[in-house]
């Protein structure tokens, strides 16, 4: 059993910058895979980026490549997205994922997911 709380998320304005961190307890595996995924209002969810808790290997989506980066510190057990130049079409809920495949950009791929957190990029 994994548990994942998510934090961060906040109202900011465009061009400004937020730092997601995504806390995990009970049981962890250096080859599990941690994900950011996010749902904005009418839309379905959007993998934004993913990591291996060992490293070596990252991944984003497109429309946040050079904004956004993710990384872990493994000795607290938390996965970060710090989240640069911010857009309005960047609102959304976040969401912290993890889990065993290697399927990074697939949600189905994860089995373990945080409640949320809101993040309005807004004037």
């Known amino acids: 059993q994994v548990q994942l709380v998510e934090s961060g998320g906040g109202l900011v304005q465009p061009g400004g910058s937020l730092r997601l961190s995504c806390a995990a307890s009970g049981r962890t595996f250096s080859s599990y895979v941690m994900g950011w995924f996010r749902q904005a209002p009418g839309k379905e969810r959007e993998f934004v980026a993913a990591m291996k808790w060992s490293g070596g290997r990252i991944y984003y989506t497109d429309s946040v490549k050079d904004r956004f980066t993710i990384s872990r510190d493994n000795a607290k057990n938390t996965v970060y997205l710090q989240m640069n130049s911010l857009k309005p079409e960047d609102t959304a809920v976040y969401y912290c994922?993890?889990?065993?495949?290697?399927?990074?950009?697939?949600?189905?791929?994860?089995?373990?997911w945080g409640q949320g957190t809101q993040v309005t990029v807004s004037s």
């Open positions: 994922a993890a889990g065993g495949s290697a399927i990074y950009r697939n949600e189905h791929a994860y089995d373990y």
